[in-house]
């Protein structure tokens, strides 16, 4: 298949043959003056010989590898890598009578970067990061659609807010096939409303399936405070749980309403739960000491670029020690971080710090990362993103 040639800078082809999917501008030697952003090009050597073909963007990243060697990009390619992310999940177990919300795609872990599948029963949420992806959403589309086993009837695409401002490209979220059946999808054996319409990132945050599960084990006979509850997941399990009260936090009104919508779908007319619309900073500063002996913190991203770093990890620092410093002796602090800029040792020495600061005794019980269905590329350990701790406070 011939496609538009990007030639390398010499020496400059050594991570691309360590397969990271990702060429950068300052690698690149010479760009046609005819191809535009979301075209798929060809990564050559100085001394010509191919490497791969992807797309290619304006900016810092301008390409990202789609396949090695000289491949078409085509609907058969996409049927053919969706075709084995499936049956990834399907040997994972995700795909079962009481669980039908997963990550189909998660961009480069799935060999497909720039790419967001989530599944919610029978609709697929798709969401472009990069201008080829949005190009290439109705051929993404139909293949989906075309999985064997996965029961996939209708896609919509949501990709207002993930692609680059710069492409002008002028998104639309809408459904590309089908059209809305149910908001209602089961994550192992409970009912969640899913907004993909108007929510974050998808609709819900899948990525936490798995801690959900273990949390919901910590929570018999305790006390439970969600704070960013978003849509109530952490409550949900806990209260499955056997906890004795929860109450979850959010300074979003609408993300309250959404957490009581499925409290209510869950477990009707269940006293132990209350949902509270504040800013999490004052709640804790607020909060009596020891009204709660299990804390669950997991805030969006503090920070979405490096440049933010520095600030992120004084905000993990502040959020933690309050925890500390009211979570009653013997609690149990769920804590996390999803900012990608921020590694699993930075995290973990804010979170020390904040330990320090309080002066309890602090030990860790469980260090915990995104499921299965959020893998990470071995050649891309950029793919990491979800730190958390499990920590007992005497």
Not at 15 to 34: K, Y
Not at 141 to 155: F, K, M, Q, S
Not at 204 to 231: H, I, P, S
Not at 308 to 316: P, S, W
Request: charged share 20%; hydrophobic share 40%; with cysteine.
């Amino acid at each position: 298949m011939e496609y538009p040639r990007i030639t390398l800078r010499r020496g400059k082809e050594q991570s691309l043959e360590r397969f990271h999917p990702w060429v950068f501008s300052g690698a690149v030697a010479d760009t046609p003056d005819t191809i535009e952003e979301g075209d798929i090009v060809a990564v050559y050597t100085s001394d010509g010989r191919m490497i791969g073909v992807g797309h290619y963007q304006i900016g810092s990243i301008t390409v990202r590898i789609l396949a090695w060697g000289d491949k078409a990009i085509d609907e058969a390619f996409f049927s053919d890598r969706l075709n084995e992310a499936f049956r990834m999940r399907q040997a994972l177990g995700l795909i079962r009578d009481d669980n039908n919300a997963y990550r189909l795609v998660h961009g480069e872990g799935d060999f497909l970067p720039g790419l967001i599948v989530d599944i919610y029963g029978d609709t697929a949420v798709l969401q472009a990061h990069s201008p080829g992806m949005h190009f290439m959403r109705d051929t993404i589309a139909r293949a989906l659609t075309a999985l064997p086993e996965a029961g996939i009837a209708n896609v919509y695409y949501k990709s207002e807010t993930t692609l680059p401002y710069k492409a002008h490209l002028d998104p639309q979220n809408e459904y590309i096939i089908g059209a809305f059946s149910t908001n209602v999808a089961i994550e192992n054996g409970l009912r969640f409303n899913i907004d993909w319409l108007k929510g974050q990132k998808t609709g819900f945050f899948v990525d936490q399936r798995d801690n959900r599960a273990l949390l919901e084990k910590y929570a018999t006979g305790r006390r439970v405070l969600n704070m960013f509850c978003y849509t109530g997941g952490f409550s949900v399990y806990a209260m499955r749980g056997g906890a004795t009260m929860v109450h979850s936090v959010d300074s979003s009104a609408k993300a309250v309403t959404l957490t009581e919508a499925n409290v209510e779908l869950n477990f009707p007319g269940d006293s132990r739960h209350k949902a509270i619309a504040q800013d999490a900073f004052n709640y804790l500063a607020e909060m009596e000491h020891g009204a709660f002996d299990l804390i669950i913190l997991d805030p969006p991203a503090f920070a979405k670029h490096r440049s933010a770093l520095k600030n992120a990890l004084t905000g993990y620092r502040r959020l933690n020690a309050a925890a500390f410093s009211k979570i009653a002796p013997g609690g149990i602090l769920f804590t996390f971080s999803c900012s990608q800029a921020v590694s699993r040792e930075q995290f973990r020495l804010a979170v020390f710090s904040a330990a320090a600061q309080s002066g309890r005794k602090v030990r860790i019980l469980h260090q915990l990362t995104q499921p299965a269905d959020h893998p990470v590329n071995i050649y891309h350990p950029e793919g990491e993103y979800l730190k958390g701790l499990i920590l007992y406070v005497e």
